[in-house]
């Protein structure tokens, strides 16, 4: 499906053959914190379903300049044009890109995790910010009042807002995306066109990050979301990322992450 | 600047001239609440700049077909594939394009309001997705637990993030964006490239916000962020933002949108 009026207007970062070839020799430096899943996981699972070869620095030895010291001293280098916000980020040859969605637009592009249409890759960036809005707010329903405190310092208020975003929120968003599953002209196998995307990945791992936190809430969410679960079984069997998921890079979920279980707000 | 092992990659939605010419004529359907800038002003300030011709929809009549209650129609469509979770949206040719920057990402290209270099591109958006972090922040500094809620509903815990908010992470914000600049290898009159581009104009949108909302805690900001400030300065005197910003398609900050005025949070 074209944009009107933009027929001519290539497919951004499409790559001929020999630039696949580039890419195939080309290594990823990712940096984000190295024991949580964090919004890092939505880079890690593209990686591992593009079986691109990647570092993840800060997770590896600071005796051989890794680890988090590596990733503060970039963040902490006031001079780079290119400096980001905070992780994660990825180091291509020397550039550094950030922003979760942001890195996932290029990935997407150069590893065949995005649609070849432009519409369809504006749209599946467009379902990542989605993802992303809905990511920030399963932070902030354990941390509604600031990063800078403890859980145990808003727990009166996390209780509020996390029965907000169990009940209404989360309905609302995953409401939204059985329906652009519905939808999706090309199969409801997919969010967006024939075959998997980087949304694909990504609305697997809020799936799973919200039945961590949520296992009352999201009880029965197959007969409610019949399309988004089914989503979720397949990407959890795809090859690759069954292999990551069972390996040791997959971090398991924890109580300092994004994603947190605490009964509490559970119930 | 090139990404490594990108170098022949096509700059996305690049225009030819005979493409502009096309541009020209379309008509931009802007989908957006009508009595608040929120997060529809970035678009709008794009189009302005763009000079670009569009109808904002929900601010027309009903008689005539336009309204709320068109916008609404669009957002309960459950068929549309193109469905957009929620507005700002914008109809290009009746295919739908939503999320503040991925609108931004799109006419940034078509209207000469983003750079010609690629990996400037993915810089511009990074620093557009980080904006949108700010404003979500800004809003949640008066709406902590939740939208479905009045902020009378919420006074007590908005008094507590807004005092994190308008302290450490404004200021970690608006640090950041000073040091963009500054790092800016093409000038510090821009956050990217040499010209203008759509983040310039969400910066100067940023800030007008946060003057608006904490008079008393962004007092001095010129002293503390000079770059940050004279764009703000530079951007509200370009001519056809000074134009649209006197004309009453500007609408006035007030305590319906996402920057609000209230003494307490400021204090």
Known sequence: MQLSGAQHIPVWLELTN????????????????????????FVRLALEEADAPYVDVARGDEAAGQGVPAMLAILRDGARPDAP????????????????????LYLGSRHGLAPDDEADRLFAHQLQLTIADLVTEAHDSHHPIGSDLYYEDQKREAARRAKSFRGARTDKFLNYFERV?????????????????????????????????????????????????????????????ARYLASERRIPFNNDGIFRRYRELDD
Chains 1, 2 share one sequence.
């Open 85 to 104: 916000f905070a992780p994660p980020f990825l180091d291509v040859g020397g550039r550094l890109i950030a922003q979760t969605a942001n890195i996932l």
């Open 181 to 241: 599953l519905a939808a999706n002209p090309q199969g409801s196998e997919h969010l967006v066109g024939r075959s998997t995307s980087y949304v694909d990945l990504s609305l697997f791992q809020v799936v799973e990050g919200l039945v961590y936190s949520f296992p009352r809430a999201m009880k029965g969410a197959g007969d409610r979301w019949p399309r988004v679960i089914a989503l979720r079984e397949r990407v959890a069997g795809r090859a690759r990322i």
């Open 18 to 41: 020999e630039e696949s070839k580039l890419s195939e020799r080309a290594k990823y430096l990712l940096y984000y914190w190295p024991t949580i899943q964090g919004r890092g996981e």
